[in-house]
């Protein structure tokens, strides 16, 4: 479970929240006609943009955002170092035997392939068009959510202009204008809250989580060409690291 993702959001309808509730006027910003304009509108132009496929399969995408598990890239670097020996002591098909135990099934289709003889070149071939269809598969999230969030403040902006255009057909009672300006602008209230506090920021976040993915399969892919390549364990190990924070590889050596 990710904090951060949660305490964020928690945080940021409390601020608002609270702010609200401090002015006394937190029945002025319940206004349902408004969320549907903005829900409702940001959501139907969405599933103009994209098909219905992929809208609707966009909460498996918020579950990554949410219910990230971290993985130990450390630990991917003592498994390539293992295996690396034991290919060393007693040939690359002596991994076999290993593959039943890596859980990645990104890394045990790359080892696989290198067990079979496969070329360094189909290797890395099959390995990058796996990375490369991950990225376009996590873009598309991302795109859901960015598209969301420019729709949500357009679609505000437009029920303000509803809002306006009913007011000022109303003009000949002055009394109404305070309220009816206020309801007018509670829709862009919506979007920019909804935009700027949900959709974006995801966004934001599966992006940085598909940074995460795409650095540790290529650090899996370098360590099972290093392997099929029959470098050192010692090289391996380096060679690998690189990919880690630095403070992670000063952790390792201790």
Do not use: C
């Not at 509730?21 to 408004?34: D, K, M, Q, R, Y």
């Not at 290919?87 to 079979?116: P, Q, T, Y």
């Amino acid at each position: 479970m990710d904090l951060a993702t949660i305490l964020g959001i928690l945080s940021g309808l409390f601020l608002v929240w609270s702010t609200i509730v401090a002015g006394g006027n937190l029945e002025t910003f319940v206004h349902i006609p408004s969320m549907m304009i903005v829900m409702g509108g940001a959501t139907a132009a969405t599933l103009v943009n994209f098909t219905s496929k992929e809208v609707l399969g966009v909460l498996g995408v918020v579950r990554k955002a949410f219910a990230w598990r971290k993985t130990d890239d450390m630990e991917v670097v003592r498994q390539f170092t293992n295996l690396s020996l034991l290919a060393r002591r007693e040939g690359i098909l002596a991994i076999d035997r290993e593959l039943s135990n890596i859980k990645d099934k990104f890394m045990r289709i790359g080892l696989e392939l290198a067990v079979d003889g496969a070329e360094p070149d189909t290797i890395r071939d099959v390995m990058e068009t796996e990375l490369n269809y991950l990225m376009v598969r996590h873009a598309r999230g991302q795109q859901i959510f960015l598209s969301l969030g420019a729709y949500a403040p357009a679609f505000g902006l437009l029920g303000t202009l509803i809002g306006l255009i009913s007011m000022l057909k109303n003009l000949d009672d002055p009394s109404n204008i305070g309220e009816g300006m206020a309801i007018a602008l509670i829709t862009t209230f919506y979007g920019s809250f909804l935009a700027n506090l949900l959709f974006l920021p995801i966004a934001g976040k599966l992006k940085n989580r598909t940074n995460e993915e795409i650095v540790r399969k290529q650090m899996i892919s370098e360590g099972v060409l290093a392997i099929q390549n029959g470098e050192h364990p010692n090289t391996i190990e380096k060679k690998l690291m690189n990919y880690l924070p630095p403070k992670n590889r000063v952790a390792s050596k201790k």
